[in-house]
């Protein structure tokens, strides 16, 4: 139940926030005097609607977006304008009628909306709701993600994958962990007779226990339960090597010591929190934010690369948890934070799409906001350019000559995110 409140309160903030887009092009285009008709939560059918000061407000059907119609946004524009008659692009109040810096501002604006609720976002969450310490993440209980069956002696990376070999069962010495028939979520609490700590200490216990047989105490739930277990010794990767993918690993980054054969599941719950007050709340936000649109252009240029995933996910591969996600997907990672109380991640998840959308939102393409912006600034680089050298007006860009490539833009995005949303129903990313 948690879960599934936890999915419609992510979805309706996603609502939110593209009702918060389409009002930024709404307030600008008011507030510079051009004339918008219609604002719209949701399409298809309308729910209800009603009329003020010349502008239609209302809910349709399908809480899929929303959509503002701000006349002449196209010198194209066709409308008819039901009190003149006219076409809407005769209007003096037609939106490409204004100075290009003006327009600019109107449809930056729905970006520009994406990331102030980043900002607000990322704000809140540095100074109050505050954020796990990772730098005590030796100091917390051992909580046992993955389990290995068995122990690689050696450190060997595959040169076909670049990732680190897995053990071979057959020929490798059986994991403690097996041993000992450890579960996920179990907390380790003693070597023996040694307290465990965090994960420093275990790495410290087990490296001075090598070819023993020890005690392994641990806790499952509300049980104490305890077993013996050989520790094999193996070639292991210093503590803090993070930030090195397998095939850069170098011996002086390897260390012997034993293994228990276990991923370490460090959770937010188990660090402390780390509060920064209102006034350092902004530096961290500032900093959060450009590591966050560093990420974003780089899963931009990954995007290509992660497709035949999708594909393989809808056949029922395992789903590559790097793989993009739509807003079924998202809302659905929502619910699970939701529910397990991860606020942090949460609100981070939550900026992190709203920095997607308002840069997805500027590329130079049609019918992206950003395409407007690039065919406004074009005409008028056209026209200065015509004035001086005493050549008459260019005009307008024919939005009708570009609609092939608007079509094949929406073609492509449509394909995503059908492949997307197929990939999120039938084989979703989940946390656990």
């Known amino acids: ?107 930056a604006a729905g970006s520009i909306t994406h990331f102030a609720l980043a900002l607000v976002t990322l704000w809140v969450l540095f100074s109050f709701v505050g954020i796990p310490d990772v730098t005590k993440a030796n100091q917390v209980p051992v909580r046992v993600g993955a389990i290995s069956q068995c122990v690689s002696p050696t450190y060997v990376v595959d040169p076909q994958t670049k990732a680190q070999k897995p053990c071979d069962p057959a020929k490798d010495p059986k994991s403690p962990a097996a041993q000992l028939g450890l579960q996920p979520g179990d907390i380790i609490l003693s070597i023996d007779g040694h307290a465990i700590g965090g994960n420093q200490a275990l790495r410290d216990e087990l490296k001075d226990d090598v070819g023993q047989t020890v005690t392994v105490q641990y806790k499952r739930g509300d049980q104490t339960l305890s077993g013996t277990a050989l520790i094999p010794e193996a070639q292991r990767l210093k503590l803090g090597i993070t930030d090195k993918t397998p095939d850069q690993i170098t011996p002086d980054d390897l260390e012997r010591g034993g293994m228990l054969g276990i991923s370490v599941d460090i959770r937010s719950s188990d660090l402390p929190v780390l509060r920064y007050g209102p006034a350092g709340g902004v530096g961290q936000t500032a900093s959060a934010t450009a590591t966050l649109v560093e990420r974003t252009f780089e899963s931009f240029k990954a995007i290509p690369g992660r497709i035949p995933n999708l594909f393989k996910a809808i056949l029922g591969e395992p789903r590559d948890p790097n793989t993009p996600v ?57 026209s200065f350019i015509a004035a001086r050298m005493g050549r008459p007006d260019p005009g307008r860009v024919d939005y009708y000559k570009l609609a092939p490539i608007t079509l094949g833009v929406i073609g492509v995005l449509g394909v995503f995110v059908l492949l997307t949303m197929t990939a999120d129903f039938v084989n979703p990313i989940t946390l656990k």
């Open 326 to 382: 739509s807003v079924v997907g998202a809302s659905r990672i929502g619910g699970e934070l939701f529910a397990l109380g991860d606020w942090p991640t949460l609100l981070s998840l939550f900026a992190t799409l709203n920095l997607f959308f308002g840069i997805f939102n500027l590329f130079p393409l049609l019918p992206m906001d950003g395409g407007h912006i690039a065919i406004a600034w074009f005409e008028r680089i056209r």
């Open 1 to 107: 139940m948690t879960f599934a409140l936890g999915v419609v309160v992510f979805a309706l903030g996603i609502l939110i926030a593209v009702g918060l887009h389409e009002a930024g092009h709404f307030w600008t285009a008011r507030w510079f005097g051009m004339k918008a008709t219609r604002f719209f939560i949701g399409f298809g059918p309308t729910i209800f609607a009603f009329k003020r000061k010349g502008v239609e407000y209302g809910l349709k059907a399908l809480p899929f977006g929303a959509f503002v119609k701000i006349v002449g946004m196209t010198p194209n524009e066709e409308d008819v304008d039901p009190e003149t008659g006219k076409p809407g692009s005769d209007d003096p109040r037609a939106m490409w009628r204004y100075p290009v810096w003006k327009r600019t501002i109107v449809m």
